[in-house]
């Protein structure tokens, strides 16, 4: 590993006093992996799970869907990765979305979201039920998040890549809860990043912290009266933790810190490194890489008051009925009602167990050639820079419909009229993954192509042969 910074080791030297020498300690051990797994694809039970996964797993204690396993293992060079049944992220990034408590049904925002490690775990728990806005303000990490999104089988996400204060423009009062990962000097990723090291600075953190306010303030007019947000750090540097909520709360009397689901490895937040020294920081979570199996993060909860007594929010129209009403033509524009029509023939014949296909085509959108079907509670998107509106459910060209590689991993293979399944160890699902085109029998037309019973992609069969549609911007190398 580089060396650290002097002036990080010293700074965590005049804060940890009787810990440090244990916290310095950690930096000579293996960074930790992790793997949550995709509750949208996999039973929850834990034991089940390290039956059905072939890694060595060892349960994270704070996440139920969490695990680490031993540095020799490749779960991403495994066919399971490519149908999106686990997602790869160190154990500590797991607790945020954890302490966002999340339901299915709610209308939730993941303002910085690439490469989605958060969102897909957000998007688990709500079950294909209710609204993720997930956001990115790269272009460049945009693609990471929504390629993560249409992996995990995700349906009821629009992946946006905007600035949080374009966002706070269309949004005002709109989410139930917002979760804030915020962009930070990354200390935590010293073990796993060589980079991070190279990148840190102590102006690095100033402006970090500068950043850090700007995003919690649009955050905090997304935010509905009685809403939560989780704000999270990967570092350890007090100015982008205790000191960013205890600036913001200053200025927001209408928010309070929650105490998180504290777990028995987490420590309290320290609240003699903000100034003010506000009590409530004790109720924010700091987990460290000397105390846990993991790298280190940063938590606190915080939720806005119940509409009374927040001053001026009558001002503030809430964007949610107009947007509704505004989603909602009388009768579709033709393009879109010929795509709807393509769509719910392709349905009928090759997906007849989904029930989407009778969905109110309100909910549908064209973009060019590209058909979506917008999640529940959806909203105007006019003008919003949009990666994926929703369930992308496949191209519409020369009155034919080509169904995409989000419907293969959203829908169940149960919904299928033909699948064609093969054991992970077959070679023809590595020739599958780079591109090949496969012999092998079945009835013609589109086929979802599975391993071990698992969505990988489609096919279609044209007599004896299964011709390839895994994309090819994922192909296997
Ligand atoms: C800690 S990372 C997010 C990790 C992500 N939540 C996950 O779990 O995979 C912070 C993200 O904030 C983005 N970001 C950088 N500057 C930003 C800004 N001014 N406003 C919003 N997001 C920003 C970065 O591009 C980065 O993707």
């Known amino acids: 590993m580089k060396a650290l910074p002097q002036r990080f080791i010293q700074r965590m030297e005049s804060l940890l006093d009787n810990q440090f020498d244990a916290f310095i300690h950690s930096y000579t051990l293996p960074a930790w992996q992790g793997l949550r797994v995709n509750p949208l694809k996999l039973s929850q039970d834990r034991e089940r799970l390290q039956q059905s996964l072939p890694f060595s797993l060892t349960p994270v204690s704070?996440?139920?869907?969490?695990?680490?396993?031993?540095?020799?293992?490749?779960?991403?060079?495994?066919?399971?990765?490519?149908?999106?049944l686990y997602y790869l992220q160190e154990p500590s990034a797991m607790a945020a979305a954890e302490a966002l408590d999340v339901l299915p049904g709610e209308t939730i925002l993941d303002l910085c979201a690439a490469p989605g490690g958060k969102s897909t775990q957000i998007g688990g728990m709500m079950q294909g039920k209710g609204l993720l806005v997930t956001n990115e303000i790269h272009p460049a990490r945009v693609k990471a998040l929504s390629e993560n999104i249409e992996r995990l089988g995700i349906t009821n996400a629009i992946v946006t890549n905007e600035t949080p204060e374009r966002l706070m423009e269309r949004f005002p009062l709109f989410f139930d809860h917002i979760l804030v990962d915020a962009p930070c000097s990354g200390e935590g990723m010293f073990r796993k990043l060589p980079e991070a090291i190279e990148d840190w600075s102590e102006d690095k953190v100033a402006e970090c912290g500068r950043m850090q306010q700007d995003i919690l303030e649009a955050a905090?007019?997304?935010?509905?009266?009685?809403?939560?947000?989780?704000?999270?750090?990967?570092t350890f540097a007090p100015?982008?933790?205790?000191?960013?909520?205890?600036?913001?709360?200053?200025?927001?009397?209408?928010?309070?810190?929650?105490?998180?689901?504290?777990?028995?490895?987490?420590?309290?937040?320290?609240?003699?490194?903000?100034?003010?020294?506000?009590?409530?920081?004790?109720?924010?979570?700091?987990?460290?890489?000397?105390?846990?199996?993991?790298?280190?993060?940063?938590?606190?909860?915080?939720?806005?008051?119940?509409?009374?007594?927040?001053?001026?929010?009558?001002?503030?129209?809430?964007?949610?009925?107009?947007?509704k009403k505004k989603n909602k033509p009388a009768k579709p524009a033709a393009g879109l009602a010929e795509a709807i029509g393509l769509w719910n023939e392709f349905a009928r014949e090759a997906l007849p167990g989904l029930s989407l296909a009778s969905t109110d085509p309100s909910a549908y959108i064209l973009f060019g050639e590209q058909l979506y079907v917008l999640p529940q509670g959806y909203i105007d998107l006019a003008g919003i820079k949009v990666a994926r509106a929703g369930w992308h459910l496949g191209t519409v060209k020369k009155g034919r419909f080509e169904p995409s590689h989000a419907l293969a991993l959203g829908c169940r293979p149960t919904d299928a009229a033909r699948t064609a399944n093969f054991t992970s160890s077959d070679s023809a699902v590595l020739r599958y993954l780079k591109g090949e085109s496969l012999t092998h029998s079945g009835q013609n037309g589109w086929t979802i192509v599975t391993v071990d019973g698992f969505a990988l992609g489609w096919g279609k069969q044209v007599d004896e042969q299964l011709k390839n549609h895994y994309p090819k911007g994922l192909r296997w190398l």
Request: include cysteine.
């Open 239 to 323: 100015l982008e933790n205790e000191q960013s909520i205890a600036s913001f709360l200053l200025r927001h009397p209408e928010f309070t810190v929650e105490s998180i689901k504290h777990h028995a490895l987490y420590s309290p937040g320290e609240a003699d490194w903000a100034e003010p020294a506000l009590p409530a920081l004790h109720q924010t979570a700091r987990l460290w890489p000397h105390r846990l199996h993991g790298e280190g993060h940063y938590i606190a909860r915080i939720r806005k008051q119940s509409q009374e007594g927040i001053q001026g929010i009558d001002e503030i129209a809430p964007v949610q009925v107009a947007a």
């Open 220 to 234: 905090a007019r997304m935010l509905k009266p009685g809403g939560v947000l989780v704000y999270s750090t990967c």
């Open 62 to 84: 704070w996440c139920p869907t969490g695990f680490t396993y031993a540095g020799e293992e490749r779960p991403g060079k495994h066919p399971y990765h490519a149908c999106g």
